[in-house]
């Protein structure tokens, strides 16, 4: 059968992301191995950090694959280089790092090193998980300039070292969007600490691989005592969703319910429920033609708001509702995505940064630079979703159990 048009143009766009930078070079930070770029256009030549896990999840099986251990190395690099993972490797994102999904591509690379038998699997995962439980300690719980995140009950923010709200909104990943109402600074994301508290599961399961017991349960008793916080401070009973919390002001953002309230049920810390109640009364709210729209508020020039949808927000939300039971749901929403995805394939010959999931003939919130074409993470996503809905029954990515 002949191969789809999409997944050809995919298949050969990997070559166009694929970088070797072993040197500085001006604002660029030399890596000691290869990675990926998130797009071809000359905004964006360097290694993101979250970037790389979404775009990880589509080079399995491809010529590519080794770039996947490469890329959980290079973040090594960065982090015993710096003291922080950055932003990107670029010498001016140091004031800041990104959502860290470090530990997620570390099983993911642990997992296909294993399937492709490699010896030194068991030990290349203790080392990797060794230093990310240091970066997780140095930058994440931090309580001082120049990491000061953990900042209220033992929770965490998203900061920059200039102390400035819009730069920590750039950490977030969502630069910009109407959560926290600008105020990044003063909020706990509900995405983060969900990212933290599977972390401390992450080193929980990497401790009993190595029959450190003592230490397996140390951590899991972290993570306990992080969810039962959480629950206090994101979760509000009477709309029945999570929300960032301004623990300034010790208040929950109930005005800016955004996809982020979904990383609850993807990091499974949610109880089945309040998994139900999310699915039953928010899921349809948030669920549009070409799938599931990032924020319920506009906002001129930003891009993480509606009528825009990305790739790693549906991404983690079918991981949610999967890992609570609920496929059909879960295949609603890949389907619509990736319908989306060909019909605008069809209109462009290619793939996105982001799309209008409200009106798939309209254009994206374009925010400060526009919408690029590519794209790393949106490819990824689209191949895992096609491979996936495939599938009788829809499989849920299994990183770190």
Same mark, same amino acid.
């Given at each position: 059968?002949?191969?789809?048009?999409?997944?050809?143009?995919?298949?050969?766009?990997?070559d166009?992301?694929?970088?070797?930078?072993?040197?500085?070079?001006?604002?660029?930070?030399g890596?000691?191995?290869?990675?990926?770029?998130?797009?071809?256009?000359?905004?964006?030549q360097?290694?993101?950090?979250w970037?790389?896990?979404?775009?990880?999840?589509?080079?399995g099986?491809?010529r590519?694959?080794a770039a996947i251990?490469?890329?959980?190395?290079?973040?090594?690099?960065?982090?015993?280089?710096?003291? @922080?993972?950055?932003?990107?490797?670029?010498?001016?994102?140091?004031?800041?790092?990104?959502?860290?999904?470090?530990t997620?591509?570390?099983?993911?690379?642990?997992?296909?090193?294993?399937a #492709?038998?490699?010896?030194?699997?068991?030990?290349?995962?203790q080392?990797?998980?060794?230093l990310?439980?240091q970066?997780?300690?140095?930058?994440?719980? #931090?309580?001082a300039?120049?990491?000061?995140?953990?900042?209220?009950?033992?929770?965490?923010?998203?900061f920059?070292?200039?102390?400035?709200d819009?730069?920590?909104?750039?950490?977030?990943?969502?630069?910009?969007?109407?959560?926290? =109402?600008?105020?990044?600074?003063?909020?706990?994301? @509900?995405?983060?600490?969900?990212?933290?508290?599977?972390?401390?599961?992450?080193? #929980?399961?990497?401790?009993?691989?190595?029959?450190?017991?003592?230490?397996?349960?140390?951590?899991q008793?972290r993570?306990?005592?992080?969810?039962?916080?959480?629950?206090?401070?994101?979760?509000?009973?009477?709309?029945g969703?999570?929300?960032?919390?301004?623990y300034?002001?010790? @208040?929950?953002?109930?005005d800016n319910?955004?996809?982020?309230g979904f990383?609850?049920?993807?990091?499974?810390?949610?109880t089945? #429920?309040q998994?139900?109640?999310? @699915?039953?009364q928010?899921?349809?709210?948030?669920?549009?033609?070409?799938?599931?729209?990032?924020?319920?508020?506009?906002?001129?020039?930003?891009?993480?708001?509606?009528?825009?949808?990305?790739?790693p927000?549906?991404?983690?939300?079918?991981?949610?509702?999967?890992?609570?039971?609920?496929?059909s749901?879960?295949?609603?929403?890949?389907?619509?995505?990736?319908?989306?995805?060909?019909?605008?394939?069809e209109r462009? =010959?290619?793939?996105?940064?982001?799309? =209008?999931?409200?009106?798939?003939?309209?254009?994206?919130?374009?925010?400060?630079?526009?919408?690029?074409?590519g794209?790393?993470?949106?490819?990824a996503?689209?191949?895992?979703?096609?491979?996936?809905?495939?599938?009788?029954?829809?499989?849920?990515?299994?990183?770190?159990?």
């Amino acid at each position: 059968m002949r191969q789809p048009a999409i997944t050809q143009y995919i298949d050969a766009y990997w070559d166009k992301l694929v970088r070797q930078q072993p040197e500085d070079q001006k604002t660029l930070i030399g890596l000691p191995h290869t990675f990926m770029v998130p797009t071809h256009d000359p905004t964006f030549q360097e290694m993101f950090y979250w970037d790389s896990f979404f775009i990880a999840l589509g080079l399995g099986g491809t010529r590519y694959e080794a770039a996947i251990e490469g890329m959980a190395e290079n973040m090594a690099y960065l982090y015993q280089r710096f003291g @922080v993972i950055p932003n990107a490797s670029r010498y001016y994102f140091l004031s800041r790092s990104q959502p860290p999904f470090w530990t997620q591509l570390i099983w993911l690379a642990y997992q296909t090193k294993q399937a #492709a038998g490699a010896p030194d699997s068991a030990a290349w995962l203790q080392r990797m998980m060794a230093l990310a439980e240091q970066e997780h300690a140095s930058v994440w719980l #931090a309580t001082a300039h120049p990491h000061q995140r953990q900042v209220h009950r033992g929770l965490s923010r998203y900061f920059d070292i200039n102390y400035l709200d819009t730069l920590a909104c750039c950490e977030s990943g969502w630069d910009h969007s109407t959560r926290c =109402n600008g105020q990044w600074m003063s909020h706990l994301p @509900v995405d983060l600490n969900s990212i933290l508290y599977l972390r401390e599961c992450d080193f #929980a399961q990497a401790a009993r691989l190595r029959d450190d017991h003592a230490a397996a349960e140390q951590w899991q008793t972290r993570a306990a005592q992080r969810a039962e916080t959480m629950q206090a401070v994101f979760w509000d009973a009477t709309s029945g969703f999570f929300y960032d919390y301004n623990y300034l002001n010790e @208040v929950a953002d109930l005005d800016n319910p955004s996809l982020a309230g979904f990383y609850p049920l993807w990091a499974g810390w949610a109880t089945e #429920a309040q998994a139900a109640q999310v @699915v039953e009364q928010w899921l349809p709210t948030f669920m549009r033609v070409g799938g599931l729209v990032t924020t319920l508020k506009t906002h001129s020039s930003y891009q993480w708001a509606s009528p825009n949808g990305w790739a790693p927000l549906q991404w983690i939300v079918v991981e949610g509702l999967l890992r609570y039971g609920y496929q059909s749901q879960a295949r609603e929403v890949m389907q619509a995505w990736c319908t989306l995805n060909e019909t605008v394939f069809e209109r462009t =010959n290619a793939m996105w940064e982001k799309y =209008n999931v409200v009106d798939p003939t309209g254009d994206v919130e374009g925010g400060k630079y526009g919408s690029l074409p590519g794209f790393g993470w949106s490819n990824a996503v689209y191949l895992d979703f096609k491979r996936r809905l495939a599938q009788p029954t829809i499989e849920r990515w299994k990183l770190g159990e």
